[in-house]
DNA sequence: GCGCATAGTGAGTAATCACTTACAAAGGTA
DNA sequence: TACCTTTGTAAGTGATTACTCACTATGCGC
């Protein structure tokens, strides 16, 4: 039998982003994960723990989603890749649910939690800067609200169309180099 | 005493708005509008009806906050204001709280509810073929995508500077036009 | 084997949840 | 005044909530 401790956080991580923390109720998870509920506090303390052990969790899945950008030398890839990032969200399962619990938690909690971003927010500025833009810093922040408004878009939006909508922000940036 | 139908629609926009529809009881809503609790349900017949009822005076406030656009005729003024929209929404409390509550209840239900922007997509596709863009709707869908990029930032981010980007993305569209 | 920590359970707890019901007050019309 | 509808309340309802507690099962060093 796998860990049970394992089975509550995928259980956890699966409510939580499908039906948001606080419709989700423990007993709902420790059904979820078979097991009974007391263990949820056994391990965990208590609901909001369970929450921050994901959190923990889910900002280490980000970190390697973001490691192959910051070792990127090439600018214009550290672009692309930044744009990209959303279809990996899209194709891994496990990001997929990591940041739809993120951003769920964000608007449940009302925290962006900036500083998870801040290596990205380098590694852009960096880029721009080698491309020769003037204000290279406002420009890696620019690109980042297009990625959250892309990613809200992807969650909440069925029928939006990510494909075509990466591909032309990413046309975008190429002829503003070339 | 003023309608207490309206003051308990006040109470619970508000309430929804800050704490969300899940984590907020209809207790709570009936003792903020110094009202019984069963009032609530004997004018909006449950919990999700009243939030329905807010919905349904939100959309109304969100289409008079698109008009301007709708009748503007210089496209490049269209542009202008559909980014100058965020400002807005930061100024006038009532559509401070509309919109976030509208935003919540999206990631809460995952229902992004297109069609309210159908309009503005058109006014948009049109100032953009106006002024020789050869995707004019795909632009219009862009530029939408990065006033969801905004709002979630100026709504989560404490510290997020909306003036500084704003005028930043009216200064891309600028350029990209004189 | 023994002792002891950790893992796990199931039946509880009080509080709170959305919602109902029985009834009273208020307002308009005849 | 008499009648009726609408508005409003207070005290409930059973179900569900997060969490606790007393207890057992399991593994591990000795």
Redesign the interface.
């Given at each position: 039998m796998i860990d049970k401790k394992e089975k509550i956080l995928q259980a956890a991580l699966q409510l939580f982003s499908e039906d948001?923390f606080?419709?989700t109720s423990t007993s709902r998870i420790a059904k979820e994960a078979h097991v009974s509920e007391g263990l949820i506090f056994r391990h965990f303390k208590n609901k909001e723990g369970l929450l921050q052990s994901l959190t923990k969790r889910g900002e280490e899945k980000t970190k390697a989603l973001f490691r192959p950008i910051l070792f990127e030398t090439d600018p214009q890839k550290v672009i692309k890749k930044t744009i990209d990032l959303v279809i990996k969200i899209r194709e891994v399962e496990e990001i997929f649910q990591v940041w739809k619990l993120e951003?769920?938690t964000?608007?449940?909690a009302?925290?962006?939690g900036?500083h998870k971003m801040e290596p990205l927010v380098f590694a852009l500025t960096e880029a721009f800067q080698k491309m020769g833009f003037k204000?290279a810093k406002?420009e890696a922040?620019?690109l980042l609200?297009?990625?959250?408004?892309?990613v809200?878009?992807f969650?909440?939006?069925?029928?939006?169309d990510l494909d075509?909508?990466t591909h032309?922000?990413k046309e975008k940036y190429k002829w503003s180099y070339t």
């Open positions: 948001g606080a419709k951003y769920k964000k608007w449940e009302e925290e962006y900036a204000e406002q922040h620019y609200v297009q990625v959250d408004g892309l809200t878009r969650y909440l939006q069925k029928d939006f075509a909508s032309f922000i």
